[in-house]
């Protein structure tokens, strides 16, 4: 079956520590991945896209084919990223969403 | 462009009485997708539509829920005979066109079942 997997459902990290967003997907063919955050308060919005190789906010992520990962990644947490994270992959026309992983910075 | 609208914010509704979500979407845009998230989950799709058409109803509850994008107007996901398990937030999502190359939200509507 196809699906997306976000493992951790809380994670903290203490800030200036180095984050990874875990996003694993299992389904074939080459799919549209995306980060979507929501801090708190605000509307849902694109953090990044894997096919633009971007970096937003200090955000990266890698698409590995052979691990079927997406993980996200920043090499120094800071406060302001505290917030809902969800790995996307476009399945079949339309966005699927992981269950989401909520980031907290610790000062 | 206002974005993504979406009223109301906040939706109180008892129990057997209809629910109606409107969804504006962005100027331009002609894909709607409604998702829902209950408490404590992540975003469930729902729906997805195009003016007039219904293109993927794969997560829609097979009853009491309904949705549609008008020609003209708001897109609607209606919620009939409300029980307490509908209370979530329902978020809309527009897109240009087809396949949700880039998506932009709403705030959601919550909706609470008393």
């Known amino acids: 079956a196809q699906r997306v997997t976000q493992p951790e459902k809380l994670l903290s990290v203490f800030k200036g520590a180095p984050v990874e967003l875990k996003c694993n997907y299992s389904y074939s063919g080459s799919p549209e991945l995306f980060w979507y955050v929501q801090y708190s308060r605000q509307r849902l919005q694109l953090l990044l896209r894997?096919?633009s190789r971007e970096s937003i906010k200090g955000f990266t992520a890698d698409l590995n084919k052979g691990e079927t990962s997406f993980h996200l990644k920043k090499p120094f947490a800071q406060e302001e990223d505290s917030a809902m994270y969800y790995c996307?992959?476009?399945?079949?026309?339309?966005?699927?969403f992981g269950t989401g992983t909520r980031l907290t910075i610790i000062p | 462009n206002a974005g993504v609208m979406q009223n109301p914010r906040h939706l109180v509704r008892r129990r057997g009485q209809e629910a109606r979500l409107r969804c504006s979407p962005m100027k331009g845009h002609s894909h709607v997708y409604w998702y829902r998230q209950l408490p404590e989950e992540g975003l469930k799709f729902m729906v997805y539509?195009?003016?007039?058409?219904?293109?993927?109803e794969s997560g829609m509850p097979k009853e009491r829920f309904s949705a549609e994008f008008p020609k003209e107007g708001p897109s609607i996901l209606r919620i009939q005979q409300v029980v307490r398990g509908d209370s979530a937030a329902y978020f809309c999502?527009?897109?240009?066109?087809?396949?949700?190359?880039?998506?932009?939200f709403g705030q959601g509507t919550r909706l609470t079942v008393v």
């Open positions: 539509l195009q003016k007039e058409n219904i293109i993927d």
């Open positions: 999502a527009s897109a240009e066109g087809q396949g949700a190359p880039r998506a932009f």
């Open positions: 996307a992959p476009n399945l079949n026309e339309k966005l699927t």
């Open positions: 894997h096919i």
